[in-house]
């Protein structure tokens, strides 16, 4: 289209924070359509399957296997938020984008964007991608009563190398491991290390020794002791916050909301990054094939409507059943969810579910074919 992009990021030196996120078959389509499909493949790992047990009985409470869509059926991948961000770090630089560091953006006034610095440009089309606290998204909601620590750390043996694995007791604890591949130009294999917390009990546990925290994380997961060894202090982990939250309108007369600062949700679902690319693609789609502005910001509302719908009400429904103090969810999620989830049609919905597919975003925005076989 010729036009020229700006990109700009309040840190000095661009990088991500946060350790893995699971791609799913449709965000990996997107990443296909510009070109950078193949080189988040070669960094990541395939997740085949998202597996759970609840403690102290072992019962498997959580079972959804990507090839229940079929054989052939394309499956996740397990990145680095690290490896994510170069793959489109170097596509926005291939492309030609300009990037600019160290550019807080707090605002926007009459159409202008406002710096930290106190300066203020203007722009055709502003694109506020600045997560769930974006200054230009209103007020940032309020976070959920359950966040987590994240870590990224090496690869052990003893764990499935294809597979999101969790253990649960009820569902106020909850610990997980995840393969994530390897970042840009380094050779060790990661997982990424996650524990559910209340944000209520995150300063009494930053006041008690680590070892204490690890001592009730081995309890819940004795499998997890090599990977527990690799954290040494308080500081080796990533405190997550989430919230839930969908503005009525991505668009206003100033600038076209994306992601999470469009729409925001817990990560059970694992659609986070997911859900921002195919927001991108549908942005890029409506800017293609309408003939003005206006036409096309409306088209893009009305590509991402129903899918987002759809997901953010099943991550409102699903997330009580893994995070919150009810013992009655949990009860629910083990004796009665659970069965159900193994009985047909159950595990092909759910795979198709967790693989983002559901409301056919892709068919809606209108992507081309595929250009790899999975």
Same mark, same amino acid.
């Not at 159409?111 to 502003?126: C, E, Y």
């Not at 300063?203 to 499998?223: G, M, S, T, V, Y």
């Not at 040494?232 to 991505?250: E, G, Q, W």
């Not at 083990?334 to 579910?353: E, G, K, N, Y």
């Given at each position: 289209?010729?036009?020229?992009v ?15 996120i ?8 997107v ?9 988040i493949?070669?960094?990541?790992a ?13 019962n ?31 596509a ?32 055709d ?12 998204s ?5 976070? &959920?009563?359950? #966040? =987590?620590?994240? @870590?990224? %750390? +090496? *690869?052990? !043996? ?84 989430y919230?839930?939250?969908?503005l ?20 059970? &679902?694992?659609? #986070? =990054?997911?859900? @921002?690319? %195919? +927001? *991108?693609? !549908? ?92």
């Amino acid at each position: 289209m010729g036009a020229k992009v700006v990109i700009f990021d309040k840190l000095e030196t661009p990088r991500p924070l946060g350790s893995g996120i699971i791609l799913q078959p449709v965000g990996l389509r997107v990443l296909d359509e510009i070109g950078a499909g193949e080189a988040i493949r070669g960094l990541g790992a395939p997740i085949r399957r998202l597996f759970g047990r609840a403690e102290p009985h072992g019962n498997v409470v959580l079972d959804v296997r990507y090839a229940a869509r079929g054989k052939t059926a394309p499956c996740g991948l397990g990145v680095h938020r690290g490896a994510l961000f170069q793959v489109l770090y170097d596509a926005a630089r291939a492309a030609g984008a300009e990037i600019e560091s160290g550019r807080e953006v707090l605002g926007i006034r009459d159409g202008r964007l406002i710096f930290a610095d106190g300066v203020s440009a203007s722009f055709d089309l502003i694109i506020d991608a600045l997560g769930m606290r974006s200054p230009l998204s209103g007020a940032p909601p309020s976070p &959920l009563p359950f #966040g =987590a620590l994240w @870590a990224s %750390l +090496d *690869a052990v !043996a003893g764990f499935d190398g294809a597979a999101l694995e969790q253990r649960y007791r009820q569902a106020r604890k909850m610990v997980g491991v995840m393969p994530i591949g390897r970042l840009k130009g380094e050779t060790r294999e990661q997982v990424a290390f996650f524990w559910s917390l209340r944000h209520a009990d995150r300063a009494a546990w930053r006041a008690a020794p680590i070892e204490a925290w690890k001592d009730e994380a081995f309890a819940l997961w004795p499998q997890t002791a090599p990977l527990l060894k690799q954290i040494h202090s308080h500081d080796d982990l990533v405190f997550a916050t989430y919230a839930h939250r969908t503005l009525r309108n991505p668009v206003s007369r100033e600038c076209v909301h994306v992601g999470d600062s469009w729409h925001c949700a817990s990560p059970q &679902l694992g659609q #986070g =990054a997911n859900m @921002a690319l %195919l +927001d *991108a693609l !549908a942005l890029a789609r409506a800017l293609e094939t309408q003939s003005n502005l206006d036409a096309a910001l409306g088209e893009y509302a009305r590509l991402r409507s129903l899918h987002i719908a759809l997901y953010q009400a099943a991550s409102w429904m699903f997330t009580p059943a893994y995070q919150s103090d009810s013992a009655a969810f949990a009860f629910v999620r083990d004796w009665i969810m659970s069965p159900l989830s193994r009985t047909p049609p159950a595990p092909q919905i759910l795979a198709a579910l967790v693989a983002g597919e559901i409301g056919a975003p892709l068919k809606t925005i209108g992507a081309r074919p595929r250009r790899r076989s999975e």
